[in-house]
């Protein structure tokens, strides 16, 4: 499928990130419309009904969290935040709003296009209703079997207790995006009183040692400090 489908609307004060985000997007086949202002990427988002929206949190007019709170009452397009703000509060506040993802600014090329292809592929899932359930999720050595809910790396088979299991499952279902913390338990614990940060980060610490994940080292699932977990994408 070509890229070119994709509508892409950038909300960005900023012009030298503005015209290195877009010459980006344009180089890749993307369409890009552009507004540097939150008050203009409503009524842009309005009339363009873009496949995603990038925007920046610290705009000139209004808060980007405005944006997002506004849009998501009437749409669920992928909505990729660019944050130059150090503090995590502002990530989880934007995701926990609504927001499918977000990059660190200062941002290179390979990330920017890696965040857009997973949050528009999210979305293709969101909307077809027909496609086939995944069976298996491959990333390098690590095989999930979902009918089974049998983990392997190589050959060797990963004795995961029950919750260690659903924390890694949901991860990958959702590979290449970041899943915060509360979502994560909510996802796993059902009723968010019954997990905790500390218990998922027991778990999670469980989880890598078992599948031969020396500390420190960044496979299979990334650290986002202060906001979550990111299963890295096939
Ligand atoms: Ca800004």
């Not at 496609?131 to 999930?144: E, G, H």
Request: with cysteine; proline share 3%; aromatic share 8%.
């Amino acid at each position: 499928m070509s890229n070119n489908k994709y509508k892409i609307l950038l909300v960005e004060d900023e012009a030298n990130i503005r015209s290195f985000v877009e010459a980006t997007l344009e180089t890749n086949g993307y369409q890009v419309v552009l507004t540097g202002s939150c008050t203009g990427g409503l009524t842009m988002f309005s009339s363009h009904a873009p496949d995603l929206v990038i925007l920046d949190l610290g705009l000139p007019d209004r808060d980007g969290l405005e944006f997002i709170k506004i849009v998501r009452q009437v749409s669920s397009a992928p909505i990729l935040v660019l944050s130059a703000r150090t503090t995590e509060e502002d990530k989880v506040s934007a995701l926990d709003l609504g927001a499918n993802d977000y990059i660190t600014k200062p941002f290179g090329t390979a990330e920017l296009l890696a965040r857009v292809r997973v949050a528009l592929r999210n979305r293709r899932f969101d909307t077809d209703e027909d496609r086939a359930p995944r069976n298996v999720f491959i990333l390098d050595d690590l095989k999930i079997d979902y009918p089974k809910r049998l983990v392997t790396v190589g050959e060797k088979e990963i004795g995961l207790t029950k919750t260690e299991y659903n924390i890694l499952a949901f991860l990958s279902e959702h590979a290449g995006k970041v899943l915060t913390y509360s979502a994560i338990i909510k996802a796993v614990w059902r009723f968010s009183d019954s997990g905790s940060v500390k218990k998922l980060q027991v778990n999670m610490a469980n989880i890598r040692k078992k599948l031969g994940v020396r500390p420190g080292e960044n496979r299979y699932i990334l650290n986002e400090l202060g906001v979550g977990y990111r299963m890295l994408d096939e």
